[in-house]
């Protein structure tokens, strides 16, 4: 394997910012192309599941408060 070309695998942290990039839709080919080998696809399960909990807590509190109002 060329050592040029050898890259490191994705950090959990590296692969939570591709997920939240991608809930908004905001992914460049090229940037996927790029992810799609070096991102682990345990670490884009687990942040998925983050992130949409995250996002359904924050759906909930806007329903709360705007019920509050």
């Known amino acids: 394997m060329d050592e040029m070309n050898h890259k490191p695998p994705a950090s959990f942290l590296y692969s939570l910012?591709?997920?939240?990039?991608?809930f908004f839709g905001l992914r460049r080919k090229r940037d996927f192309d790029h992810d799609?080998?070096?991102?682990?696809p345990v670490h884009i399960v687990i942040a998925a599941l983050?992130?949409?909990?995250l996002f359904i807590g924050l759906l909930i509190l806007a329903v709360q408060w705007a019920v509050a109002k």
């Open 17 to 22: 910012k591709a997920v939240l990039w991608s």
């Open 36 to 40: 799609d080998a070096r991102l682990n």
């Open 50 to 53: 983050i992130a949409v909990a």
